[in-house]
Nanobody, 128 residues
Framework: QVQLVESGGGSVQAGGSLTLSCATS????????MGWFRQAPGKEREGVAA???????IYVDSVKGRFTISRDNAKNTLFLEMSSLKPEDTAMYYC??????????????????????WGQGTQVTVSS
Protein backbone atom coordinates (compact mmCIF):
# COMPACT_ATOMS: atom_id res chain seq x y z
CA GLN A 1 0.00 0.00 0.00
CA VAL A 2 1.46 3.32 -1.11
CA GLN A 3 1.66 6.01 1.54
CA LEU A 4 2.71 9.63 1.30
CA VAL A 5 3.48 11.67 4.40
CA GLU A 6 4.16 15.40 4.16
CA SER A 7 6.03 17.48 6.70
CA GLY A 8 7.74 20.84 6.97
CA GLY A 9 4.79 23.21 6.89
CA GLY A 10 4.52 26.12 9.26
CA SER A 11 3.99 29.84 9.66
CA VAL A 12 6.41 32.35 8.19
CA GLN A 13 6.45 36.02 7.33
CA ALA A 14 6.34 37.22 3.76
CA GLY A 15 9.72 36.86 2.11
CA GLY A 16 10.60 33.84 4.21
CA SER A 17 11.38 30.28 3.20
CA LEU A 18 10.17 26.77 3.96
CA THR A 19 11.04 23.33 2.67
CA LEU A 20 8.34 20.71 2.49
CA SER A 21 9.14 17.00 2.50
CA CYS A 22 7.08 14.04 1.35
CA ALA A 23 8.17 10.60 2.50
CA THR A 24 6.89 7.78 0.33
CA SER A 25 6.51 4.10 1.13
CA UNK A 26 4.92 1.04 -0.42
CA UNK A 27 6.40 1.38 -3.91
CA UNK A 28 8.29 -1.56 -5.39
CA UNK A 29 9.92 0.73 -7.95
CA UNK A 30 10.22 4.48 -8.39
CA UNK A 31 7.18 6.31 -9.65
CA UNK A 32 7.49 8.04 -13.03
CA UNK A 33 6.30 11.39 -11.70
CA MET A 34 5.30 13.13 -8.51
CA GLY A 35 3.85 16.52 -7.73
CA TRP A 36 2.87 19.11 -5.18
CA PHE A 37 -0.58 20.64 -5.02
CA ARG A 38 -2.11 23.24 -2.75
CA GLN A 39 -5.57 24.27 -1.72
CA ALA A 40 -6.48 27.53 -0.05
CA PRO A 41 -9.79 27.95 1.82
CA GLY A 42 -12.64 28.46 -0.60
CA LYS A 43 -10.49 27.70 -3.64
CA GLU A 44 -9.95 24.70 -5.87
CA ARG A 45 -6.90 22.52 -5.51
CA GLU A 46 -4.06 23.84 -7.68
CA GLY A 47 -1.07 22.05 -9.14
CA VAL A 48 2.11 23.78 -7.98
CA ALA A 49 5.02 21.70 -9.24
CA ALA A 50 5.79 18.33 -10.75
CA UNK A 51 8.92 16.27 -11.35
CA UNK A 52 9.39 13.39 -13.78
CA UNK A 53 11.77 10.46 -13.51
CA UNK A 54 13.64 12.02 -16.43
CA UNK A 55 14.34 15.11 -14.37
CA UNK A 56 11.87 17.45 -16.04
CA UNK A 57 10.32 19.99 -13.70
CA ILE A 58 7.09 21.89 -14.24
CA TYR A 59 5.79 24.82 -12.22
CA VAL A 60 2.66 26.89 -12.15
CA ASP A 61 3.48 30.43 -13.27
CA SER A 62 2.84 31.97 -9.87
CA VAL A 63 5.73 30.07 -8.23
CA LYS A 64 8.31 30.02 -11.00
CA GLY A 65 11.64 31.28 -9.78
CA ARG A 66 10.59 30.92 -6.13
CA PHE A 67 9.84 27.20 -5.66
CA THR A 68 12.03 24.21 -6.49
CA ILE A 69 10.87 20.60 -6.61
CA SER A 70 13.39 17.82 -6.14
CA ARG A 71 13.60 14.19 -5.18
CA ASP A 72 15.96 11.95 -3.24
CA ASN A 73 15.36 8.49 -4.67
CA ALA A 74 17.63 6.82 -2.13
CA LYS A 75 15.46 8.19 0.68
CA ASN A 76 12.17 7.91 -1.21
CA THR A 77 11.49 11.55 -0.45
CA LEU A 78 10.11 14.42 -2.51
CA PHE A 79 10.90 18.02 -1.59
CA LEU A 80 9.48 21.44 -2.31
CA GLU A 81 11.80 24.31 -1.48
CA MET A 82 9.85 27.53 -1.20
CA SER A 83 11.43 30.96 -0.99
CA SER A 84 10.26 34.56 -1.25
CA LEU A 85 6.96 33.39 0.15
CA LYS A 86 3.92 35.57 -0.28
CA PRO A 87 0.63 35.69 1.65
CA GLU A 88 -1.09 34.23 -1.42
CA ASP A 89 1.01 31.09 -1.00
CA THR A 90 -0.97 30.32 2.15
CA ALA A 91 -2.65 26.94 1.67
CA MET A 92 -2.67 23.29 2.60
CA TYR A 93 0.06 21.63 0.54
CA TYR A 94 -0.32 18.06 -0.68
CA CYS A 95 2.13 15.61 -2.14
CA UNK A 96 0.82 13.38 -4.92
CA UNK A 97 2.06 10.37 -6.87
CA UNK A 98 0.94 7.93 -9.52
CA UNK A 99 1.37 4.17 -9.76
CA UNK A 100 4.89 3.30 -10.90
CA UNK A 101 3.64 1.74 -14.18
CA UNK A 102 2.02 4.96 -15.42
CA UNK A 103 4.18 7.09 -17.72
CA UNK A 104 4.31 10.87 -17.61
CA UNK A 105 4.55 11.13 -21.41
CA UNK A 106 1.64 13.15 -22.75
CA UNK A 107 0.08 13.48 -19.32
CA UNK A 108 -0.84 16.84 -17.73
CA UNK A 109 1.22 16.86 -14.54
CA UNK A 110 -0.34 19.84 -12.77
CA UNK A 111 -3.81 18.32 -12.90
CA UNK A 112 -5.00 16.28 -9.95
CA UNK A 113 -6.68 13.60 -12.06
CA UNK A 114 -3.20 12.47 -13.18
CA UNK A 115 -2.46 11.27 -9.65
CA UNK A 116 -3.80 8.41 -7.58
CA UNK A 117 -2.01 8.67 -4.25
CA TRP A 118 -2.22 11.65 -1.94
CA GLY A 119 -0.76 12.64 1.38
CA GLN A 120 -2.72 14.16 4.24
CA GLY A 121 -1.33 17.64 3.65
CA THR A 122 0.80 20.13 5.54
CA GLN A 123 -0.31 23.69 6.25
CA VAL A 124 1.71 26.67 5.07
CA THR A 125 0.72 30.09 6.39
CA VAL A 126 2.44 33.26 5.17
CA SER A 127 1.75 36.49 7.00
CA SER A 128 2.30 39.96 5.61
Amino acid sequence: QVQLVESGGGSVQAGGSLTLSCATSGYTSNTEYMGWFRQAPGKEREGVAALTSGGTTIYVDSVKGRFTISRDNAKNTLFLEMSSLKPEDTAMYYCAAAPSYISYVGRPLLVDRSYRYWGQGTQVTVSS
